[in-house]
């Protein structure tokens, strides 16, 4: 990377420091002139469409649930994903793996902290308060509280340099800017999301991303961090209500592009190529989160013909299991208030009907998921890639 001159539109420069120089992002807002086409103005206008449609769905998650998890628990789960993390949407709900707020897997730990984040944030913005320093301070904290990786100062910008690993083989690693650097690059980028600008909101939001994951502020969970300012950018300037956008997913499909459109940014300023990869990202996690919720709902109302009347402990158990899609005995008791034989049995006349699915193999400490429940939020969406 030394060696490579940047473009003269790079928004930034190299500056010698040790054995590779560091990358300088230039404060925003870009001095550059987005010349949009007509193919990029109606991607944004879809995406603002599909935006409204899953807002309108929003409101309907807040009599159901489920629903509204699992959109925050896929993002969550997506998201440490994307940073390495062994873990997938069914560990999150099971029971065993998580043990009043005590859980066995730090990666499953780290999906949980994710949701409780993202939560956090959401709340905070809905009670009025600005995308602040001390807000992301307070969210990394959150984020990195019990999570594996390298973070001795949850919550303060880092003190030391930072190599990340290229996205292809022919680059040199990415030196982010040196630590001294990172406090005024964060105020520019926090006077950039809180002022208006005569850019469009959603490009706005993409170029602050850049710029986040740019500076990466601090000593690990940038890449978390940096997905949840997403939303929060998206609650604030109000095109949610709520977390319910999930835009790791796409990123996760699509990593290696992520990471080069990034930094093609930085090396070229090749800005459009990364607008359009992001917003066409947000667009298509957009409409896959309102089918998949769609999908959900008929299935609910399926469950509400067949088992609604909640004549028996099994019609009752079915009903929630839009409530707890991952159950043992023990749950099964709490949730209907009845004894261990009559839980059983339900869960035993929900197993011969194949509406539940025991997962470990073991005679004791079992756990049923939904299989139905389970089938919407695992197959893949194909429909919302263009």
Not at 4 to 31: C, H, K, M, N, Q
Not at 289 to 300: D, G, K
Not at 346 to 363: H, P, R
Request: glycine share 6%.
């Amino acid at each position: 990377m030394a060696e490579t001159p940047l473009s003269e539109e790079a928004p930034g420069e190299y500056i010698p420091y040790g054995r590779r120089p560091y990358y300088s992002p230039d404060p925003l807002p870009p001095d550059a002139s987005f010349e949009l086409d007509s193919e990029f103005h109606q991607l944004l206008r879809d995406t603002v469409l599909q935006l409204g449609q899953l807002k309108g769905i929003g409101q309907e998650t807040r009599t159901n649930p489920l629903l509204y998890t699992v959109m925050v628990r896929r993002e969550a789960v997506e998201s440490v994903v994307l940073e390495g993390a062994d873990t997938d949407l069914e560990q999150v709900f099971r029971t065993q793996e998580i043990d009043h707020g005590q859980t066995v897997k730090k990666d499953v730990q780290e999906a949980l902290n994710y949701e409780r984040t993202i939560e956090q944030g959401a709340e905070a913005i809905a009670d009025g308060r600005a995308i602040s320093i001390e807000l992301l301070q307070e969210l990394h904290a959150s984020l990195m509280e019990g999570a594996r990786g390298h973070c001795e100062h949850p919550g303060a910008f880092r003190n030391g340099p930072m190599n990340l690993p290229p996205a292809g083989s022919f680059q040199e690693p990415f030196v982010p800017p040196a630590s001294d650097k990172v406090p005024g690059l964060m105020e520019n980028l926090i006077d950039f999301i809180t002022t208006d600008q005569s850019i469009d909101d959603l490009l706005a939001i993409a170029i602050a991303h850049y710029q986040f994951e740019t500076i990466h502020p601090f000593e690990d969970g940038n890449g978390r961090l940096g997905r949840i300012l997403i939303t929060l950018q998206m609650i604030d300037k109000g095109y949610l209500s709520r977390p319910y956008l999930y835009p790791s997913a796409y990123f996760n499909r699509h990593k290696v592009q992520y990471a080069e459109r990034m930094r093609a940014v930085s090396e070229y300023g090749e800005w459009l190529p990364w607008l359009r990869f992001f917003i066409e990202g947000i667009r298509s996690q957009a409409a896959e989160a309102e089918e998949r919720t769609r999908e959900l709902q008929r299935l609910q109302r399926e469950y509400e013909r067949q088992y609604g009347r909640e004549q028996t402990a099994a019609d009752r158990l079915a009903m929630r299991l839009f409530e707890q899609p991952y159950v043992m005995t023990t749950d099964v008791e709490e949730l209907l208030g009845v004894s261990q034989p009559t839980a059983r049995r339900a869960i035993a006349e929900l197993e011969a009907e194949g509406i539940l699915e025991e997962t470990t193999g073991k005679d004791r400490y079992q756990e049923f998921k939904a299989v139905d429940i389970f089938d919407v939020l695992d197959r893949p969406l194909t429909s919302t890639e263009s």
